[in-house]
């Protein structure tokens, strides 16, 4: 008799900061598959458009217990796991078991709460290895900045400009349709960006409502990092506190 | 009348109120201009209804149930006075749409919005979501006044008075999927796409949507039909955008036109991932814009996720039409819709006309363009005068040529 496939154990000391990661996701796309390997849980996802592309990634030591011994794919609709995420509590802790069939879910705090979905087949977009550009700046920067630059910028239109034009500034701007801007200017020595390389001038635009996805991400994370070229795409780093980050990968306005 | 930008009327059509007024003074000018067709003097009629019903919004939650049926007259000829598919079929025209509907009595009833349990057992609740006419007899309590009632989305509601008794005298007979829903735990977006799914036309998911028959049972509510109409389209368009996730695109590029009732829609499908923009041009000294020198333009986006710039019941009923036969194809595409609005368009007779035109334009055989472009340009040099195109161009950055980049544009290996 063959043995039984052995589920996949993991869990996560924070269900809010889980829930902030589901939330950006579920901006972007409706179903995800979370892929367990005993390295780590890695969830990869594009939006149907394909403007924007998002990479997760916790390392088991990020988890309190990580018991995954060969690789599982946990396939799930993300409104769904959201809705219920949503009626976590802070402080609970988030379990989850995987089996080929099953997912199930608790939330550890006074009460334990318990769901089971299936577990769904879900298509993962292929993504090649290496990324065949370069980022010619990389700022970094509070999280917190970032949202209100964010927020800021979606007062009057609906794309952001970043501007890099010397070593000391970063320009993140507003573009309204009628020619009228917001404008706010971050500078290394003023202490508010904390890491600066800029290779040459850059210049490039970006559509604010897909920046605005994954905002939620701001309140996991304490620093953006920023990387781009002219024209080119965009890619923002979260790093957690409690190691793990995520990679939002979004493509240039270009009018 | 408060001067109002005829701008702003193009874009709220008499039913998102953005002027503020409560009532739409265009509306309003209607319901004095048209007079109903029909004079009843009598506070009774007889006669089928096609089936055709209507929950008005005024006063909601104390809402006014309309029944209607054209008096005298036999079930077929009955049926044609609620057909919007016939009526596309055989192109007739607004004046006599407005004589159809004009030449029917409504009887009126004042329901409280959320019980709508005590119509259960009424019949003519079941009459209004049959699928044959059902024959039946009113009784007013005061003959009926003659105007009409337009709201925009909805069809126009003939001369009305308040119901004293609504007697149903033949048997309503209900699709059996409906059937069972009405009495099933279902929530109202699942129940929806099943009468969809089993055939039942959009009409009468509304009728039945409006009329406090689906959903779960603590949650229903009597729903004013243009709402309904809206909530109908979205929900099935949901669920066909839902079923078409990881199909392949289409790998040409199409343009399909049509024009019926002084509107004329040119609608492109090109390769993509399901991105609408809708761009609605209307002309001056037309229905919302008798004011104005110059046309009015204005547009939707909606991405593949289903999320819309804004709301539009005319966007709704389109989309719904093209993401049908998408599904039908198993194939996802980006697409334009293009309406021009003609001054012809005097009155606005619900939103029926523009899914079911768009319906018909997409069972046409299409022109295929290679580039994008060209299709856009020669969409846009079809359009009646040089500044509708200006106007066009001006509302929409695709038209302009602004194209979404996408990261595959930067890295192509990626799928």
């Known amino acids: 008799m063959p043995a039984e496939t052995m589920a996949a154990k993991i869990s996560y000391p924070d269900a809010k900061a889980f829930q902030n990661i589901v939330e950006a996701l579920s901006k972007i796309i409706d179903e995800v598959s979370l892929k367990l390997t005993p390295e780590g849980a890695r969830i990869r996802a594009m939006d149907p458009a394909k403007i924007a592309l998002i990479d997760i990634w916790l390392p088991s030591s990020a988890f309190l217990e990580y018991s995954v011994e060969e690789e599982v794919t946990a396939g799930f609709n993300v409104a769904g796991l959201l809705k219920l995420l949503r009626r976590g509590r802070r402080g609970d802790r988030l379990d989850l078991e995987v089996t080929p069939e099953k997912i199930t879910v608790r939330m550890v705090g006074d009460v334990v709460k318990k769901y089971v979905f299936n577990n769904l087949e879900v298509l993962e977009p292929e993504i090649p290895g290496e990324l065949p550009f370069t980022f010619k700046v990389s700022a970094t920067i509070l999280a917190d900045l970032f949202k209100e630059a964010v927020k800021d910028a979606e007062t009057v239109g609906e794309t952001m400009e970043l501007e890099a034009p010397d070593e000391n500034t970063l320009y993140i701007r507003g573009v309204g349709a009628e020619g009228g801007g917001v404008e706010a200017r971050l500078t290394v020595e003023a202490g508010q960006i904390i890491e600066y390389r800029v290779e040459e001038p850059c210049k490039s635009r970006y559509s604010i409502d897909y920046l605005k996805y994954v905002l939620s991400l701001t309140k996991v994370a304490d620093t953006a990092i920023l990387e781009f070229s002219s024209n080119s795409p965009l890619r923002l780093r979260f790093t957690m506190p409690s190691e793990g980050r995520v990679d939002y990968l979004l493509a240039p306005k270009i009018e | ?415």
Request: aromatic share 8%.
């Open chain 2, 1 to 415: 009348m408060p001067r109002i930008p005829p701008e702003l009327c193009a874009r709220c059509k008499g039913y998102k109120r953005l002027c503020g007024l409560p009532t739409c003074p265009i509306l309003e000018r209607f319901r004095s201009q048209l007079r109903a067709t029909l004079k009843v003097d009598a506070t009774t009629a007889e006669g089928y209804t096609p089936p055709s019903a209507l929950v008005g919004e005024h006063d909601y939650p104390r809402v006014s149930v309309y029944y209607m049926l054209p008096p005298g007259e036999g079930a077929e000829e009955a049926r044609y006075h609620d057909a919007p598919s016939l009526w596309v079929e055989r192109r007739e025209s607004l004046h006599n749409i407005i004589r159809l509907r004009s030449s029917m009595v409504a009887a009126r009833l004042r329901v409280d919005a959320r019980s709508p349990q005590s119509l259960y057992d009424k019949e003519f609740l079941y009459a209004s979501v049959s699928v044959a006419p059902v024959d039946s007899e009113v009784e007013l309590a005061r003959p009926p006044t003659p105007r009409l009632i337009f709201d925009g989305i909805s069809k126009p509601v003939g001369p009305s008075g308040p119901a004293r008794r609504i007697r149903v005298t033949g048997n309503p007979r209900l699709h059996p999927r409906l059937e069972k829903l009405v009495w099933d735990e279902a929530t109202a977006s699942t129940a929806i796409v099943e009468l969809y799914r089993s055939g039942v036309d959009v009409y009468t998911i509304h009728r039945a949507l409006s009329l406090g028959m689906l959903g779960r049972p603590r949650n229903r509510r009597l729903v004013p039909t243009r709402w309904a109409i809206t909530a109908v389209d979205d929900t099935i368009s949901r669920w066909l955008r839902s079923a078409l996730r990881d199909r392949p695109s289409i790998d040409t590029i199409e343009v399909y036109r049509a024009e019926y009732l002084g509107n004329r829609f040119t609608i492109i499908l090109y390769p993509g991932s399901g991105w609408f923009e809708w761009v609605e041009v209307w002309h001056p000294a037309g229905l919302w814009t008798r004011r104005a020198r110059e046309p009015s333009a204005w547009r939707v986006a909606e991405d593949p996720l289903g999320r819309a710039t804004d709301v539009d019941g005319g966007f709704s009923a389109a989309r719904l039409a093209v993401l049908e036969s998408l599904y039908r194809r198993g194939r996802v595409a980006d697409v334009i819709i293009l309406r021009e609005i003609t001054p012809s368009y005097y009155a606005p007779v619900g939103n029926w006309h523009i899914r079911e035109t768009v319906r018909r334009a997409l069972a046409g055989s299409p022109v295929r363009f290679d580039d994008l472009n060209d299709a856009v340009g020669e969409a846009l040099a079809s359009l009646e005068t040089p500044e509708a195109q200006r106007a066009a161009l001006k509302a929409s950055p695709l038209l302009r040529g602004v194209r979404r980049s996408r990261l595959t544009d930067y890295w192509p290996e990626l799928g």
